[in-house]
């Protein structure tokens, strides 16, 4: 059984590749938009998103329906929430997509 540093270490591993892959996904213009730790408040954001809206409650077989624009507009709201720096949800909406291939990639 791995230590809690060990998991924390495996976790900021996580976070680094899920980075490293959605900055491979963005335009040049989205990739000079987001700093890394935007992105990884982005990628907080829509783990809050899913575990606040029930959806990984769900234990249905069927697909669930995932709507970016909801998750983007969701990532905004907590970023001026939280007082990060203001975030179009239009550049968000990509970023979402780009960590929901992240995610079924590595599912």
Do not use: H, W
Not at 67 to 73: G, K, R
Not at 82 to 102: K, R, S, T
């Amino acid at each position: 059984m791995a230590s809690i540093d060990d998991e924390l270490l495996i976790d900021e591993e996580e976070n680094r590749r899920e980075i490293a892959f959605i900055k491979t996904q963005l335009s040049s213009e989205l990739k000079e938009k987001f700093t890394d730790e935007q992105l990884q408040f982005v990628i907080d954001a829509i783990g809050c998103y899913f575990f606040e809206s029930g959806i990984l409650e769900n234990d249905d077989d069927d697909e669930v329906e995932i709507d970016l624009e909801v998750i983007a507009d969701y990532v905004c709201k907590e970023a001026k929430e939280e007082g990060e720096a203001p975030m179009d949800p239009q550049d968000v909406f990509f970023v979402v997509q780009a960590d929901l291939d992240f995610q079924e990639q590595n599912a």
